[in-house]
T-cell receptor
């Protein structure tokens, strides 16, 4: 089965520009998670979708970040306008059912975002 | 508030030496702890879980509630163990994880 796919793998943008990250979860996985790791810091939870609904978006840093999952398939994470502190690696993960994190998420390979 | 601390950013050991990667947590509830690993050019993946008390690739981790720790240990490190290791605390019935900042393990030949 195909894994969790993220693209782009790398993105370099200027401060003030807009960037959209995409995550394709494993087919059939209702749960989709976004995390990010700012350089040298911990990996932080951003939000959790169950199908197309936001189950928990408590980790979204501010209103410059917009996550969507129309149709409950792939998800996008848009940053507009990007700031220097948004640089980091954005991870996506998926799981088939709620609570399946017990068995470990399936992570994507991440998108490295650099804002200059 | 929930927090996971990994005090060492980098740990270098020689092949065959014992290794211990430290992890401390802060959580008022009953903790569920995990270790994730990211090998070079690979994805983040689960290494082991406290709940199953397993040994994976020779690694073990014991939850010490008194010291609020979940240190990862291996008696004899191998070069292929070189990777980034993240300790993680699960809350909300395994639907949210708090990760530490990671420890890069470098096993020298």
């Amino acid at each position: 089965e195909a894994g969790v796919t993220q693209f782009p793998s790398h993105s370099v943008i200027e401060k003030g520009q807009t960037v959209t990250l995409r995550c394709d979860p494993i087919s059939g996985h209702d749960n989709l998670y976004w995390y990010r790791r700012v350089m040298g810091k911990e990996i932080k939870f951003l939000l959790h979708f169950v199908k197309e609904s936001k189950q928990d978006e408590s980790g979204m840093p501010n209103n410059r970040f917009l996550a969507e999952r129309t149709g409950g398939t792939y998800s996008t994470l848009k940053v507009q306008p990007a700031e220097l502190e948004d640089s980091g690696v954005y991870f996506c993960a998926s799981s088939p059912i709620l609570g399946h994190g017990l068995y470990g998420y399936t992570f994507g390979s991440g998108t490295r975002l650099t804002v200059v | 508030a929930q927090r996971v601390t990994q005090p060492e950013k980098l740990l270098s050991v020689f092949k065959g030496a014992p290794v211990e990667l430290k992890c401390n947590y802060s959580y008022s509830g009953s903790p569920e702890l995990f270790w994730y690993v990211q090998y070079s050019r690979q994805r983040l993946q689960l290494l082991l879980r406290h709940i199953s008390r397993e040994s994976i690739k020779g690694f073990t981790a014991d939850l010490n509630k008194g010291e609020t720790s979940f240190h990862l240990k291996k008696p004899f490190a191998q070069e292929e163990d070189s990777a980034m290791y993240y300790c993680a605390l699960s809350v909300d019935n395994f639907n949210k994880f708090y990760f530490g900042s990671g420890t890069k393990l470098n096993v020298k030949p």
